[in-house]
């Protein structure tokens, strides 16, 4: 099952104090993957670890990390 980043995750991201790529190196993320799993370049898994381990930086637990991706298939 495919899963989106929450909406809390990302502002907290954006709007956090410290830049996301001090956020990725400490999560053992290079930048540029975060940046990739951000904006949907690169698929995000169910209870995807890399997600957790930044979400834990951000100070989330696992299940604020996630939002269920849409059931909805485009006709």
């Known amino acids: 099952m495919e899963q989106r980043l929450s909406t809390r ?3 907290a991201l954006k709007l956090g104090p ?8 400490r999560a053992g993320l290079h930048p540029t993957q975060l ?3 951000i904006h949907g370049a690169e698929r995000v898994r169910e209870n ?14 696992p299940n604020e990390c996630f939002e269920p991706a ?3 298939v485009a006709a």
């Open 35 to 37: 940046s990739k799993l």
């Open 9 to 11: 995750l990302i502002h």
């Open 18 to 25: 410290e830049p996301s790529y001090k956020i990725a190196v």
């Open 48 to 61: 995807d670890p890399r997600i957790i381990r930044v979400g834990r930086e951000l100070g989330l637990q």
């Open 70 to 72: 849409s059931d909805a």
